[in-house]
Nanobody
Framework: VQLVESGGGLVEPGGSLRLTCEVIPSSFHLRAIGWYRQAPGKERELIAAQPNGMSPNYADVVKGRFTLSRDIAKNTLCLQMNNLKPDDTARYYC???????????WGPGTQVTVSA
């Protein structure tokens, strides 16, 4: 399984970015999919995830600002990030867990920098 992220970049505080994760091949049945992030000197944290067939869950620090959307047919996942803050600066990683084996997979990450 390969996860390919795109959409990171530099944005000013209050701005928006949209991250996309593509799961290759799209035929894999996933138990859950979501996004983690890791800032320098900090542990990787789960910020948004969607178990298969259920609604997304969000960490309190992004709730109301970030929104997950999933295209099941294409096995893609988007993270719309609005009202970005400097504390959102981190490397964002797409994560997926396979349904049958519970194996976790990670993408290489995409950098998001929020700065004036």
């Amino acid at each position: 399984v390969q996860l390919v992220e795109s959409g990171g970049g530099l944005v000013e505080p209050g701005g928006s970015l949209r991250l996309t994760c593509e799961v290759i091949p799209s035929s894999f049945h996933l138990r859950a999919i979501g996004w983690y992030r890791q800032a320098p000197g900090k542990e990787r944290e789960l910020i948004a995830a969607q178990p298969n067939g259920m609604s997304p869950n969000y960490a309190d620090v992004v709730k109301g600002r970030f929104t997950l959307s999933r295209d099941i047919a294409k096995n893609t996942l988007c993270l719309q990030m609005n009202n970005l803050k400097p504390d959102d600066t981190a490397r964002y990683y797409c994560w997926a867990q396979l349904y049958a084996s519970y194996e976790d997979y990670w993408g290489p990450g995409t950098q998001v920098t929020v700065s004036a």
